[in-house]
């Protein structure tokens, strides 16, 4: 039964998912897909960090850097020419057992690469080992400098990203190819696969939440909550919270690499504001608005706040609205906007105000 319960959310999510895409063909409003289909890779990564967040009561602001991670390698493997290095060692290997693909550049120029698939396994691969390295330390700390230690990580990334030759610096990397998924199924940016793509998204979009929610509801998840309601005496019942920690930060770290990666793909190129510090802070802002511990929360949250802002309707303002979003919640809602009793804070507000005109009374 309460299996049962815990996925009735999930084919709920299905039949939206699906519910959506038939009316906007038949309203003729596929347009919509493309921001809906970009929403969906970024929300996996507001979901990873909810459980970073919400169960592992950790802070990330770097998260925006394990983003980029992924999305820059995919990038950078599929379209920097090996050719002129196919004899040598590494790369001969590389090509002998098909990992590599020969295409031909918009110019016409013969291009040997890293075929998407293998590239995406190194991307997240190389972002889940930098995030066990970088983990180990900064998980040590706890508040705001730990929230100091992963901003200066995010920082560090999106420097990398800024001043290197090899990810395009500041114009970043362009003319990625699609990734090839199955036969006739290819994540990219044309116009034929809008719709394959916005279920391919979707669909990562489920299987990570089915994912997370056996997590959480597991022995794992168990652990986790008891490391965020209280560390020492989780500690001294025998629960390993160090390695709890670095694991539930390894595991968020390689959503947002994987979602980058698609991304990246998806838009046929990347650019260093994706790894910028307010991409990381749109992120906790998103989570902080859904619920720390509310992974459907967050989800919803990701999707209509991700939608809104690449339809452009923050305009010029963008980065200031998610700013002003997570101040407002912090201040008013910290448990989420979803926790939000109307009635209980109308009645708060009446007390307040009767107890106020009392004092005045009285004086």
Wanted: charged residues 10%; glycine residues 12%.
């Amino acid at each position: 039964m309460n299996l049962l319960k815990r996925y009735i959310p999930v084919l709920f999510l299905l039949t939206v998912v699906v519910t959506i895409q038939l009316v906007t063909h038949f309203t003729e409003t596929t347009y919509y897909l493309t921001q809906l289909t970009m929403s969906a890779y970024y929300s996996v990564v507001v979901i990873g960090l909810c459980v970073l967040m919400g169960y592992g009561g950790q802070i990330s602001l770097g998260h925006a850097g394990f983003f980029a991670i992924g999305g820059y390698l995919a990038g950078a493997l599929t379209t920097h020419n090996l050719l002129s290095l196919q004899e040598h060692g590494l790369v001969s290997l590389l090509n002998k057992i098909g990992l590599l693909v020969g295409s031909t550049s918009l110019y016409g120029d013969a291009l040997l690469t890293v075929q998407p698939l293998a590239a995406c396994i190194i991307a997240v691969l190389t972002a889940g080992v930098i995030a066990l390295a970088v983990g180990g330390p900064i998980l040590k700390l706890k508040g705001h400098y730990l929230a100091m230690a992963t901003l200066g990580f995010g920082i560090i990334i999106f420097r990398i990203a800024l001043a290197s030759a090899y990810f395009g610096e500041a114009d970043g990397i362009s003319e990625v190819p699609g990734f090839k998924l199955l036969p006739g199924i290819e994540v990219s940016g044309s116009f034929g696969a809008r719709v394959s793509n916005y279920y391919i998204a979707w669909g990562m979009v489920i299987v990570a939440v089915i994912l997370l929610l056996n997590l959480i509801h597991s022995r794992v998840g168990r652990a986790l909550r008891s490391i965020h309601g209280a560390e020492e005496a989780a500690n001294a019942m025998g629960v390993n919270t160090a390695r709890y920690k670095l694991y539930i930060f390894v595991l968020s770290a390689v959503f947002a690499a994987l979602a980058g990666v698609f991304v990246t793909h998806y838009n046929g190129g990347i650019g260093p504001s994706e790894a910028g510090v307010m991409k990381s802070v749109r992120y906790v802002a998103i989570v902080a608005v859904g619920g720390m511990a509310n992974i459907w929360g967050a989800l919803l949250m990701g999707i209509v706040l991700n939608f809104l802002s690449l339809r452009g309707v923050f305009g010029s303002y963008d980065d200031a609205v998610f700013g002003a979003i997570l101040v407002i919640i912090m201040l008013f809602a910290p448990e989420g906007i979803l926790k939000i009793n109307p009635w209980q804070k109308i009645k708060s507000l009446f007390a307040l105000f009767m107890a106020q005109n009392k004092e005045e009374s009285t004086e």
